[in-house]
């Protein structure tokens, strides 16, 4: 069976790309056709400025916000990354297998460091290496899919190139994953900046839809979002991104082709009145079920310690069959 394994990191309220990008997806597909894990990948949200508590908070809601969009502990293994020590365990053998020159190409590190810099603040070495903790997420789990959004592609490409050269320099050890990425909506942007990816960790409220956000927040934000100047509905991502936006959200909510859609409106205001009761609409269950979980703290608290006895048991042979393959002494 089809092994599949991906992660969202606790560093802000999950998201509306978050959750057509990848959670819906891991709900109504992976749980049911694989054999699948699913993270809290806590120990990657302390790579940038963090708050202890807020990172408890917050890992502690995404884990809700899991269970809310559909995963059943029952078909799939929801856990939190820093109960399990193989991660880390893993991530330093992949270190030595990694080059500097490789981390330092990478988008995200690139596009944050740079943030961080602008903002007078110093770089954590753990954001260079990021990318090699989630490699060992991946291949501690013998992974083939990896399902993500567009923006996680190439930290699954060095995930690929690791494990290719570890087995290659020390005999098979790792299964080679790949990335999958939905059809429509890989990559939900911003409201206010059509230009930029829809993030968690960004500051302007106004252009994020968050899962959590009441409905006539989220109406709002939809209604008002920024469109491109000019009159009729095209789906055009370079030369009208805001309205290609709401197309492309507008289909993944529907189940329809935005192209197609299109074609069905004469103004801008119709489209993002459709694409608002869309959204609020695909929304509302799971913010129901967050209401009835947060009721019931100690049924997410189960599933959670469940989870990371069974990940532990799935990590272990593969990290330990790693440290003996690069020359460890056994204990
Ligand atoms: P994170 O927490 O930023 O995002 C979680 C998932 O949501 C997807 N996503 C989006 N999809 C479409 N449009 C958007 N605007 C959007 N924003 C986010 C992401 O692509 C991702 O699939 N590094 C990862 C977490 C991670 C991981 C892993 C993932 C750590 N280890 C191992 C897979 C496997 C991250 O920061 O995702």
Redesign the pocket.
């Known amino acids: 069976m089809t092994r599949v ?5 606790p ?1 802000g309220h999950l ?1 509306l ?2 959750y ?3 959670l819906r997806r891991w709900a109504e597909v992976d749980q049911h056709q694989a054999d699948a894990l699913f ?1 809290v ?1 806590d120990l ?1 949200a302390l790579t940038v400025d963090h708050d202890p508590a807020r990172v408890r908070r917050l890992s502690r809601q995404a884990a809700t916000l899991l269970l809310a969009s559909g995963l059943d502990p029952r078909r799939c293994t929801v856990f939190v990354q820093s109960h399990v020590d193989e991660h880390a365990r893993l991530s330093y053998l992949l270190e030595c297998v990694a080059t500097d020159g490789e981390m330092r190409r990478m988008i995200q590190y690139k596009e944050k460091a740079a943030r961080e810099q602008a903002r007078g603040g110093s770089v954590r070495l753990s954001l260079l290496t990021y990318p090699v903790l ?1 490699a060992a ?2 291949l501690a789990y013998g992974t083939d899919e ?1 399902p ?5 592609t190439q ?1 699954v490409e060095l995930a690929r190139d690791l494990a290719v050269r570890f087995n290659h320099r020390y005999g098979h050890t790792f299964v080679v994953p790949k990335a999958t990425s939905p059809k429509v ?5 911003n409201l206010q900046d059509p230009a930029s ?4 960790s960004d500051d302007s409220g106004p252009g994020i839809v968050y899962l959590l956000d009441e409905p006539e927040v989220t109406r709002k934000k939809i209604m008002r979002a920024v469109t491109d100047s000019g009159q009729d509905v095209v789906h055009d991502r370079e030369g009208r991104p805001g309205i290609a936006n709401l197309l492309e959200i507008l289909a993944a909510c529907t189940g329809g082709d935005p192209e197609e859609l299109a074609g069905g409106y004469a103004s801008y205001g119709a489209l993002k009145k459709d694409t608002a009761e869309a959204v609020v609409e695909l929304l509302g269950p799971v913010r129901e079920r967050h209401r009835e979980l947060c009721a019931d703290p100690g049924f997410v608290e189960g599933v959670l310690r469940a989870g990371a006895e069974k990940a532990r048991a799935m990590a272990r042979p593969t990290v330990d069959a790693a440290y003996r393959a690069i020359g460890l002494l056994p204990a």
Not at 5 to 9: M, N, P, Q
Not at 185 to 189: L, P, T, W
């Open positions: 394994f991906s992660g969202v990191k560093t998201t790309g978050n057509l990008g990848a993270c990948v990657h989630m997420d991946i990896v993500v959004g567009d923006d996680q930290h909506a890989a990559r939900v942007m990816k829809m993030g968690k």
